[in-house]
Nanobody, 118 residues
Framework: QVQLVESGGGLVQAGGSLRLSCAAS????????MGWFRRAPGKEREFVAG????????LYADSVKGRFTISRDNSKNTAYLQMDSLKREDTAVYYC???????????WGHGTQVTVSS
């Protein structure tokens, strides 16, 4: 099993920035990629960004391209999501995920709330 713990959420004004962190522990070698998803009130969970642990290759949802940056620190088993130019529509619970690729995930964190005010 892989355990994932998110941190860094909070309240920010539109146009501001936040950085989320996701620390992985346990059988981390079984997870080849890390990703971020989000669920806004009344909406389905959606993919935000993913990164391959080995190559560093990244994948982004169109809605966040150019504003969000995913990165990882292999030595700390930690992934990050730098969120800039935040918009009200970015308000959601953000979940960290671990998986076998940037498109297939099977481990999930408990989520961290991000609220963007106008």
């Amino acid at each position: 099993q892989v355990q994932l713990v998110e941190s860094g959420g909070g309240l920010v004004q539109a146009g501001g920035s936040l950085r989320l962190s996701c620390a992985a522990s346990g059988r981390t070698f079984s997870s080849r990629a890390m990703g971020w998803f989000r669920r806004a009130p009344g909406k389905e969970r959606e993919f935000v960004a993913g990164i391959d642990w080995s190559s560093g290759a990244t994948l982004y949802a169109d809605s966040v391209k150019g504003r969000f940056t995913i990165s990882r620190d292999n030595s700390k088993n930690t992934a990050y999501l730098q969120m800039d130019s935040l918009k009200r529509e970015d308000t959601a619970v953000y979940y960290c995920a671990g998986g076998v690729s940037t498109t297939v995930y099977n481990y999930w964190g408990h989520g961290t709330q991000v609220t963007v005010s106008s």
